[in-house]
């Protein structure tokens, strides 16, 4: 039996999306990444994927979303962020924590498992955990409300805000707030207004509104090398465990659900470092395959506009509607509940895949895209992958990278990729380069084999192997 070797490709691997937000700043989506740079990424790395909305218009419109709102460099954007009803009354009542092991699901959200740090005997874990599940524990004499570990923005987004595609070229102008004793004792923020009305006559674009701002979490860079170890000793397990037949046997109610056949694909376990939540949030998307100008159509121009829909009572929070869309897709989340910020509007973290052995064929992946490998003399490999998924397969840019790796060293059973490695270097790049949506991913061919001949370690970027 084949010892499992793990690689992930912190100092040799990057994808890309198709280009940078127009109102979101243009560095790493991880909140503590300021002044930190990798000297093993090569100088003439180029990151870039084409923007051409021919192809857009088939997908759905939570991977449009995804495919257009990922480059801003924040995370992996989710269509819906509703939890579960069936979920614990304990997660849905703070939403997604450091440390959640998810699958994203066809429907722009995720479906929750376990947390890697809290005990089986949690309510968040009761029944949800594998056969002699160990824990995390980050640091001892430490939590995660330690500044050192976890790094807190209360408001990364403040209230109005929002954040947008490239090349969206989106107007926004505000409502004038009502003159009336009902809309000055609620809980609407004064910079939101009556509501905001946003239009724009690009051929696409994603939109993401935040009424009331959102909140920024994410884990330490320097402590997700214990959490990468941690995913790479029971990687392999957790896959056969879901996937696996349930045990009849396990009569006692305490013992896990799942080991049922939930037949989750080889690459789709995600493990969380940090996300971005809110109470309130619109979202749209919309991309036309049309000319702009063309005069069976007109002028066409997407309008959009958010209003907020006053509650009966002044302690209540209030919600948010579309009272008007034109040409887009819109979606709106709020918490109405607890009326907290639990809402998640975007995730960063670990992205898993382990190679496929005979037990896990009915939960491999969607079939194998065509690929097309080239190299140069200055050491660098050009992986496209011009398919868009299947339908079953949910779309995350990591995904390219993790297949690359396996199947292309067969020494490695376990790849694993955090969002900040393809975030890393995606950069702009002009609309017409093609006309296909495809993924792009880039390789140092020179440096890959060597760390695969002189490290068994992960290797993680701009961090000692050894730490």
Request: with cysteine.
């Amino acid at each position: 039996m084949r010892l499992p070797h793990c690689l992930s490709p912190f100092t040799t691997t990057m994808t890309a999306i198709t280009a940078t937000s127009q109102a979101s700043p243009s560095r790493s989506n991880s909140s503590d990444s300021d002044g930190f740079t990798s000297p093993l990424i090569p100088s003439n790395f180029v990151a870039t994927s084409p923007t051409t909305t021919a192809g857009l218009e088939s997908l759905t419109e939570s991977e449009l979303y995804v495919r257009l709102l990922a480059p801003t460099k924040h995370g992996y954007p989710l269509w819906h962020s509703t939890a579960d009803s069936n979920l614990p009354l304990e997660y849905r009542q703070t939403g997604v924590e450091i440390g959640d092991v998810v699958v994203l699901n066809d429907f722009g959200g995720f479906s929750y498992l376990f947390n890697a740090y809290r005990s089986a005997d949690d309510p968040v874990n009761a029944r949800r955990v594998p056969p002699n599940f160990s824990p995390l524990e980050i640091d001892p004499g430490s939590d995660n409300n330690n500044s050192n570990i976890v790094i807190r923005k209360p408001k990364a987004f403040g209230p109005g805000s929002h954040i947008v595609s490239n090349s969206s070229f989106f107007r926004k102008a505000t409502i004038p707030s009502p003159c009336t004793f009902r809309f000055w004792t609620s809980k609407v923020p004064r910079q939101f207004g009556g509501g905001l009305v946003y239009t724009s006559s690009a051929p696409k674009g994603a939109l993401l509104i935040l009424p009331e701002g959102s909140r920024r979490v994410d884990l330490h860079h320097q402590h997700r090398t214990q959490l990468y170890n941690y995913a790479t000793k029971f990687a392999r397990s957790w896959y056969d465990y879901l996937n696996g037949p349930s045990d009849t046997s396990r009569q006692d109610p305490q013992q896990p659900q799942f080991g049922r056949q939930l037949q989750i694909p080889s690459n789709a376990i995600y493990l969380i470092t940090g996300y971005d939540n809110a109470r309130a949030y619109g979202a749209a998307c919309f991309a036309h395959e049309y000319p702009q100008n063309d005069s069976q159509f007109g002028d066409l121009e997407v309008e959009l506009e958010l209003k907020p829909i006053l509650p009966r009572s002044f302690r209540s929070t209030p919600r948010y509607t579309f009272s008007r869309v034109a040409y887009a897709a819109p979606t709106v989340g709020m918490d109405d509940v607890f009326e907290r910020q639990t809402l998640c509007l975007f995730l960063r973290g670990f992205k898993i895949a382990v190679r496929e052995t005979d037990e896990m064929e009915s939960s491999s992946s969607s079939p194998s895209s065509p690929i097309s490998n080239t190299g140069n003399s200055m050491g660098e490999a050009f992986i496209e992958l011009v398919p868009m998924p299947e339908r079953n397969q949910t779309y995350h840019p990591s995904d390219a990278i993790n297949r690359w790796i396996l199947r292309n060293h067969s020494e490695v059973d376990v790849a694993i990729t955090h969002d900040d490695d393809w975030a890393f270097v995606i950069r702009d790049v002009s609309a017409h380069r093609s006309s296909k949506i495809c993924d792009v991913a880039f390789f140092d061919v020179c440096t890959l084999p060597h760390t695969l001949g002189r490290r068994r370690n992960p290797i993680r970027r701009g961090i000692d192997p050894a730490y």
